[in-house]
């Protein structure tokens, strides 16, 4: 007689099977995570960790090779390398950041802009943006570059902010194109909303996650944006330390077969750049896989 009566709606959950389970987390970059969180936190407790002063030149020990004393060996003007590394990557990771957070912000104005214009002016904006994309992106950077004058951190993050927005824009008129016709949009404008509080409240919360995967790439592209630069002879100077001007003492560390000079912050930089990537090819599988699944 137990069983002869069932509560009607409730359901126990069927347990989740082992394997299930564990493929939960077979595709998750943990590696990518942990290890650029850990040269994250190196970069911004630089000076808990750095031997040296990475700016000090000792002569006496120019193009030393790794030992006890100099971890990571030195560069051509006898700088530490060691303490460089740590204390550049600040600069490196912030002129990413930076640009990636100024091309994320033009990009979703822009493109808001043009998903809720007429539509005579979202296809002139249209064109002005596919115009943009037709042109290399780094030699619109080294353009303006040059009208701008000699380089700093905030010049160099703003350069490359302002080339790197347009791919991220055509995803944000896109998503705004499918949203504006809603009727809490059009509740909001009745209501005499305005563009910026309709972006904020509305449309910014349904299409941030398109977008996501996306400012994670471009932290990598401006990255990869202020190392070409660097590498050129165009970019910061010298004596301004990231992993782009240590690369850039590459051709006379090759003369002189100080291979460390070079292998080192090239390897930094290689795996920062591979966890970003990890990352962002994660968020777009994880983002795809949701919108396949509605």
Known sequence: ?????????????????????????????IFS?????????GCAGCRLIMTKDPTYMDLSHYN???????????????????????????LSLFIGTASAAISTVI????????????????????????????????LLIVLLQA???????????????????????????TEVRQLRGHEYIL????????????LRRHLAPNFVSSVMFMVVMNVRSAIVAESTLSFMGIGLPLEVITWGSMLSLAEKALLTG??????????????????????????????NRKESNL
């Open 187 to 198: 509740a909001a404008k009745c209501m005499g909303g305005g563009f910026f509080y309709i």
């Open 33 to 41: 995570a942990v290890l650029l969180t850990l040269i994250v936190l």
């Open 258 to 287: 100080a291979w460390w000079t070079i292998l080192i912050p090239g390897l930094f930089l290689a795996a920062v750049l591979m966890c970003i990537t990890n990352l962002g090819n994660y968020l777009r599988k994880n983002i």
């Open 107 to 138: 990009a979703v104005v822009f493109g808001a802009a043009s998903g809720l214009a007429p539509a005579w002016l979202d296809a002139l904006l249209m064109r002005v943006t596919e115009i943009l994309l037709s042109v290399p992106g780094l």
């Open 147 to 173: 009208i701008l004058g000699e380089a700093d951190v905030f010049r160099i993050s703003l350069v490359i902010g302002v080339t790197g927005w347009m791919s991220i824009a055509k995803v944000v008129r």
């Open 64 to 90: 030393t090779a790794p030992n006890g004393e100099f971890l990571f060996g030195t560069d051509a003007m006898g700088r530490d390398i060691f303490s460089m590394i740590w204390y550049g990557g600040r």
């Open 1 to 29: 007689m137990r069983g002869a009566f069932e509560l009607a709606g409730i359901r126990p959950l069927p347990e989740e099977a082992p394997e299930k389970a564990e493929n939960r987390y077979r595709g998750r970059p």
